[in-house]
């Protein structure tokens, strides 16, 4: 025992347990946490250790080609009901996204007129015989929708109620040359009444009548609402006149305007279902037929 | 047995047809619109269920399209007698006077397009004090006349199929 602890052997044993208790307490005291042999080692080793980590991956990869094709059908199904519930997420995302464009568009016209009451609806579907661009909502009676309500996109007049079903209501478009609206150009505040015409709506225009033959309306000019009749509230904008010509009938004018929406590719409408002063007729009723 | 299996079936397919076309019609963006023409995919196969068909059930399935149309119409009731007049003039057409083929289908198809056409202008424009309703005609309702002519066929095919495999009459001469 006496001569073990005399070779050189044990010394060389006591001397590495020495260094490597004298490099626990660099470590100890460095910032690093790392003793210098630690560091010497790793710098060595360390390509190994990659190489080995590579080559345990295309291993695995390996051994991924050998899997049944149960696991992959398994895999894909899985996929597959992933994508689908995302892109059902997605597009449940884009019509919120639709939606809420429509109702920051309206929020202006709302909070100048606190007393209108809105109900939002979805154009569905149309009456394919109806040259005039009628369209149908998903908003019907349950949504508190009356016939003659205005129906509004972008805070601007595209239609009128005509019909209501429980869940449904139709909408006559202001291009149909049945309906007759109050209108005034705005610069000029010339009076007339806005109504399709046959003539006009295969350019998806309307005719604004009952101009003096001396108008002072020109192009570009803001034709918005009246209020006569009670039906549209006043202020409402119905679109810009294009151009102003002379009636053949008699020695009035007439503007043609263009509604501010684009009436064949609806979406997402406003109808106003109430506001102060509907329903009220003044001095200048306007008659809307049917 | 058979024989009433195959009056549900086809009452059923005919059903689905109605159900099918009346939205094909009157969704925009599913038919294309040459020169803005639309497709009255519901006249024709009124006509044709008119045709095959014949007595009440023929014409109860007419009022059905024409009920179905009017959900999208301003008036009520308009093209529910309109498809009910069309399927009962069709049954008493093929019953009393003419064969059914497809000459007869397109003579019929022809005949009844044009007067729902006429009878929806008259009641909904012309009466309504429309001007300028010549620009209605030629540049809408001509093209959709035409149009709706020409897709006739297609819809004929469709509706002698669902005969030919559920119809109390196997063969159907052309």
Known sequence: MRRFFLSSKAKIACFALAALLLG???????????????????????????????????????????????????????????????????????????KVKDYENILGLKERNSDFVFSYGTVISRNAADAGSSFVLDVGRIDDVSVNDPVLCDGNVVGIIKKVNTTTSVALSVLDPRLSIGAYEVSTGEKGFLSGSAKLIGDGLVRLSGLKSTTAVVSGGIVITSGAGGVFPPGIVIGTVVTVENDEADTSSYATVKPACDITSLSGVFVLTDFAGQGEKDDFTVDLSG | MIYDKKVLLRNIALILFILLFSLLQNTSGIIPEPFGARAFLLIPLTVFIGMFERGVSGTLLGAFAGILWDISSDKDGFFGIMMFLTAFFCTLMIT???????????????????????????????????????????????????????????????????????????????
């Open chain 1, 24 to 98: 626990v307490v660099f470590a100890a005291f460095s910032h690093n946490s790392s003793s210098f042999f630690t560091s010497i080692v790793s710098a060595v080793f360390s390509p190994l250790e990659k190489a080995a980590s590579s080559l345990s991956r295309h291993a695995d990869s390996f051994a991924v080609s050998f899997k049944s094709s149960s696991v992959y059908l398994e895999q894909i199904e899985q996929l597959e009901k992933q994508l689908n519930e995302s892109t059902q997420k997605l597009s449940e995302y884009e019509k919120l996204k639709a």
């Open chain 2, 96 to 174: 009393y006077l003419m064969r059914n083929n497809i000459a007869s289908a397109l003579v019929l198809t022809a005949l009844c397009l044009a007067v729902n056409i006429l009878v929806f202008i008259i009641l909904f424009y012309v009466l309504s004090g429309v001007e300028d309703i010549s620009y209605f005609v030629f540049r809408f309702y001509l093209p959709s006349y035409i149009f709706t002519l020409l897709l006739s066929p297609v819809v004929y095919l469709l509706v002698r199929a669902v005969y030919g495999k559920w119809g109390e009459f196997r063969r159907i001469k052309i």
